[in-house]
């Protein structure tokens, strides 16, 4: 029986959606904020026409890397929410694109 953590994502995909464009997991490109998962994820289409929603700097770092458009989610019952959504407008104000 196949195993890792991208079997565990995809059985739970498949559980939830009747079909999956695609999982990618650490087993198959770098933790982030390296941005290598998200080529994979959108299979050669057009990262201007995908929005990548976080809830993590790393996933914004992610996204600006690979010329994804990113929008946070942060809601304030967060852990340390007030430092994170800072990271996030520190990150805008260096000239990461905010996205509404």
């Known amino acids: 029986m196949p195993g890792g953590r991208a079997f565990d994502v995809l059985f739970y995909l498949d559980a939830v959606t009747p079909t999956c464009g695609a999982a990618v997991s650490i087993d198959d490109a770098p933790k982030k904020p390296r941005p290598e998962g998200l080529p994979k994820i ?11 929603v976080g809830d993590n700097i790393d996933d914004a770092l992610s996204a600006r890397d690979a010329r994804v458009p990113f929008m946070a989610m942060l809601p304030a019952t967060t852990l340390e929410y007030r430092k994170r959504a800072a990271q996030f407008r520190e990150l805008r104000g260096a000239g990461a694109a905010a996205e509404c």
């Open 42 to 52: 959108l299979g050669g289409r057009d990262p201007g026409t995908t929005l990548y």
